[in-house]
């Protein structure tokens, strides 16, 4: 059974920092690329992040660049994705998507499991 466990989700005012862990089980998670997504109030899902099955790859949506940083530990089967200099904007509901494939192009259509999410609030 797949299990994806994302936390580190909170509130913290913009300019602040948040870590975001999401560790899986019930797959090869060392096999496929993962990704971030979000999607806030009102909006469409996004893809924020994403990162090869080696961690050698990684994308980075524009608005995101310079701020956010993916990795993962495939011997601890977790993503993480570093937030820094967060921005109101950033406000959403991140979820953890591990893809079809070993390679990502960071598109929902790669995906093949969805996280629940963990809500990211920012503050003015």
């Known amino acids: 059974q797949v299990q994806l466990v994302e936390s580190g989700g909170g509130l913290v005012q913009a300019g602040g920092s948040l870590r975001l862990s999401c560790t899986a089980s019930g797959f090869r998670f060392e096999n496929v690329a993962v990704g971030w997504f979000r999607q806030a109030p009102g909006k469409e899902r996004e893809g924020v992040s994403c990162?090869?099955?080696?961690?050698?790859?990684?994308h980075y949506a524009d608005s995101v660049k310079g701020r956010f940083t993916v990795s993962r530990d495939n011997e601890k089967n977790t993503l993480y994705l570093q937030m820094n200099i967060l921005e109101p904007e950033d406000t959403a509901v991140y979820y953890c998507?591990?893809?079809?494939?070993?390679?990502?192009?960071?598109?929902?259509?790669?995906?093949?499991?969805w996280g629940k999410g963990t809500l990211v609030t920012i503050s003015t």
């Open positions: 998507a591990p893809a079809k494939y070993a390679n990502m192009n960071c598109e929902e259509r790669d995906v093949l499991y």
């Open positions: 990162i090869n099955w080696s961690g050698s790859s990684t």
